[in-house]
């Protein structure tokens, strides 16, 4: 068969057959080159700039790795697997997940992404791929792309191969409303998704001691029985193996609490630029949204601002000296419509982004309660902290206890804690949690008993997994806008804050 070859530092080389070359060279995949993979995480490991599309094509080949594997004499669903995994982030939005958070929530999209790629599969590709192979000028690739799409779909017409093959692709994706064996092998514990970004990642954070897991041998103990995908235990310590450098990498790059503050200020900038940059309404267009990518809205942001800088500068009654000066000084900015304040804050908030200039991290805690949900409390801890540190604030006032030099920084904590302070608490991290396993119909089968067991009777029989397991872990952080670092560790006005002495000799 008709094929091209990727080099690939993590997989060495990534083949491409006919129907693939002809998806990668569509512009909804080739826009994942100016997507970033880990968005914030690069602000912390400089290396770690890798793409969305480099991601993409590595969760195909892993795609077809399983697929492969499974299904050896049913090409259609192994051609099918591989694109789904090769389009499965076509949805992302500039900064990926941040663009979940804020523009898609606020445009309708209950799922982000995941809504977005449906729209992208069953509206955007059909039409788009029709018009490329009609249009292939190389005979030999276009006879190779019509023979791949009749085996594929069993269709000798070309619009209607392509509209078969599309929804093939999308059921894929329904199928994690059923823990379909197909979603399972793509997005499910182990699927290729997961697979992939936590070997990719690690290798680009320069992190690859938590890259760890033999991936190969994971997909060779993997079958189908009775509609569910089923590992052997044999390789379990394996599998924990990658549910381990799962837990670290989430712990370590994209949980970092730099990784962090840069992904909530980029959510800032995203929420400020919701309407002067249209971004509901060009989400709405899929042509208009596969021109937004991480750069694009950054430059936007300050071409629209300079366009309108004279004009807001006069409002603001200052000159382009004075905010060359001060820029992120609090100006009386009640002359200016709403969308000129949102374009000033996400003019600023953009000009911080370039200079590093994070929101900093001034408690930091990880809590776990047992067989309760934390992230139910995680909200509340936060804001608990928050009035302990502005209460502390004003008993230091009331008391005549702060020096004139730090008058200002403990009238800030006290008049504008909802604009100094934010609460972050990101997803919950566990090592190994059974009801991932349990809602996607991921099961186990004991070689040693010869029956199939659930990830919980799992624990149940060989207790001593358990102890890696159910241990949900809450991170809860809190960050200031203004670095007041040093006036909150001179005052101790942050709860647990005293320094502790630690010791290496036991």
Request: hydrophobic share 35%; proline share 3%.
């Amino acid at each position: 068969m008709y094929y091209k070859v990727s080099r690939d530092p993590v997989f060495n080389e990534v083949f491409l057959y006919p129907l693939e070359i002809i998806f990668i060279d569509t512009k909804s995949i080739q826009r994942l080159r100016f997507l970033s993979q880990l968005v914030g995480a690069v602000n912390v490991y400089p290396s770690a700039s890798h793409t969305r599309l480099a991601h993409s094509m590595g969760t195909m080949h892993i795609a077809g790795m399983y697929s492969s594997h499974l299904f050896k004499d049913d090409y259609s669903k192994i051609r099918i697997l591989r694109l789904a995994g090769l389009v499965h982030d076509i949805g992302h939005g500039p900064f990926s997940h941040q663009f979940d958070d804020t523009v898609y929530k606020k445009a309708g999209y209950k799922d982000g992404h995941d809504d977005y790629r449906k729209r992208m599969i069953l509206e955007y590709l059909p039409d788009v791929l029709y018009k490329k192979i009609e249009n292939l000028g190389v005979e030999k690739l276009k006879k190779c792309v019509l023979e791949d799409l009749e085996k594929t779909t069993g269709s000798k017409d070309l619009k209607e191969g392509i509209d078969i093959l599309t929804k093939k692709i999308n059921e894929v994706f329904e199928g994690e409303h059923t823990g379909s064996t197909d979603f399972n092998i793509l997005q499910g514990p182990l699927g290729a998704d997961r697979l992939e970004f936590v070997l990719r990642d690690s290798f680009f954070a320069g992190t690859r001691n938590f890259g760890s897991g033999y991936i190969e041998r994971i997909i060779r103990s993997s079958k189908i029985k009775d509609g569910k995908l089923i590992y052997d235990l044999k390789v379990i310590d394996d599998i924990y193996s990658v549910l381990f450098s799962r837990f670290m990498m989430y712990k370590n790059v994209y949980f970092h609490k730099t990784s962090r503050a840069s992904d909530l200020l980029l959510q800032d900038i995203l929420n400020y630029a919701i309407k002067p940059l249209r971004l509901i309404e060009r989400v709405k267009n899929i042509e208009d949204f596969l021109d937004l990518t991480d750069n694009s809205v950054i430059n936007e942001i300050t071409y629209i601002f300079k366009s309108k800088k004279k004009e807001i500068l006069k409002k603001l009654g200052i000159t382009e000296e004075d905010l060359d000066k001060n820029l992120f000084s609090d100006y009386n900015v009640d002359d200016l419509s709403d969308e000129e304040r949102d374009l000033f804050d996400a003019y600023k908030s953009a000009e911080r982004y370039k200079c590093r200039d994070l929101w900093k991290c001034v408690y930091d805690n990880s809590f776990s309660i047992t067989g309760f949900d934390p992230s139910v409390v995680s909200q509340s801890a936060g804001m608990d902290i928050i009035s302990k540190i502005i209460s502390n604030t004003k008993k230091l006032i009331e008391n005549k206890k702060i020096e004139k030099g730090d008058e200002k920084a403990a009238k800030w904590i006290v008049n504008n804690p909802g604009l100094l302070f934010k609460i972050d608490t990101p997803y919950k991290l566990s090592l190994s949690y059974p009801e991932e396993f349990l809602s996607n119909n991921v099961e186990l089968y004991d070689n040693k008993r010869g029956d199939i067991i659930s990830y919980r009777d799992f624990e149940d029989r060989y207790p001593s997994y358990k102890l890696m397991t159910d241990n949900l872990i809450q991170m809860v952080r809190i960050y200031c806008t203004l670095d007041i670092r040093s006036f909150l560790k001179k005052y101790k006005v942050v709860p647990g804050s005293s320094e502790t002495k630690i010791t290496t000799r036991w």
